[in-house]
């Protein structure tokens, strides 16, 4: 028997077609030739049933693993999503492999253990309690709840655990506008900059658009106007605060 695998990227089934459906709208002989010969069926495309967490939509990427592989490819984001729900003592399915609370992840674990050990005025580790050091950790990524390329329940989580660690959290924001609102960015870092205020540790030191800091056409000149920001403190544009600079 022959058989292929055909990718319809953006094809849907909606359940209760309208006259705004553009696919039940569409004129698709064969299609529907092969839907009513016989064999047929439908998959879930979100949320756990992908290897995503429970909720959220699939997309591209995430449809073509999966499929591909034959089997739960259970994503990035799913598995921050559970460690972290673990770590705060919540029920995790066990549909998918446990990879143990966030707190016990040794990468994260040896950051900030690195950072709770170095005095913030020196390159050298200091001795003394955590309370003494001015030590630091750096977070940089997308803010927002997207959910294609990030979370910002993961990066709050992050601080928190920081914070545990006596150290203090900046984090080199990412705006969206993508995957969320183009307006919307106000909001994630007001949202961010609460969070951090709460935990007594940490602030937002820089703010870039993903148009320059997640270029991925080899566009240096963006890419370099994020990396100067972010490593030696040069940019156009100061403000008082992320929200201010995004606002401004």
């Known amino acids: 028997m022959k058989a292929a695998l055909v ?13 705004r459906d553009a696919v039940a709208a569409a004129d ?17 495309a979100s949320g756990r049933r992908v290897g995503l ?16 592989a034959g089997r739960v490819v259970k994503q990035e984001s799913a598995r921050v999503t559970d460690a972290i729900d673990r770590w705060r003592g919540r029920d995790v399915p066990d549909d998918i492999a446990d990879d143990g609370p966030i707190d016990e ?28 050091h001015g030590g630091r950790v750096h977070f940089m990524g997308l803010v927002s709840d997207g959910g294609v390329h990030s979370y910002q329940s993961h990066l709050h989580a992050l601080i928190e655990l920081a914070a545990e660690f006596g ?6 924001a990412f705006t969206d506008g993508r995957d969320t609102s183009p307006t919307g960015g106000e909001d994630y870092l007001a949202d961010l900059a609460a969070h951090a205020d709460a935990q007594g540790r940490g602030h937002v030191a820089t703010v870039s658009g993903r148009y320059y800091a997640m270029d991925r056409d080899h566009n240096w000149d963006r890419t370099r ?21 995004v606002r401004e």
């Open 167 to 172: 150290v203090d959290a900046v984090t080199h």
């Open 225 to 245: 106007r994020a990396y100067d920001a972010i490593v030696h403190r040069e940019a156009e544009h100061g403000a008082e605060s992320a929200v201010a600079a």
């Open 105 to 132: 992840n040794e990468a994260i674990l040896s950051a900030f253990r690195y950072a709770e050990s170095r005095d913030a005025s020196s390159s050298q580790p200091s001795a003394g309690d955590a309370d003494k």
């Open 7 to 19: 990718v319809l990227d953006g094809w849907a089934l909606n359940p209760d077609p309208g006259a």
């Open 28 to 44: 698709t002989p064969n299609f529907d030739r092969l839907r009513e010969a016989g064999a047929f069926g439908t998959l879930v």
């Open 53 to 68: 967490p429970e909720g959220q939509m699939g997309n591209s990427e995430v449809g073509h693993l999966n499929i591909g």
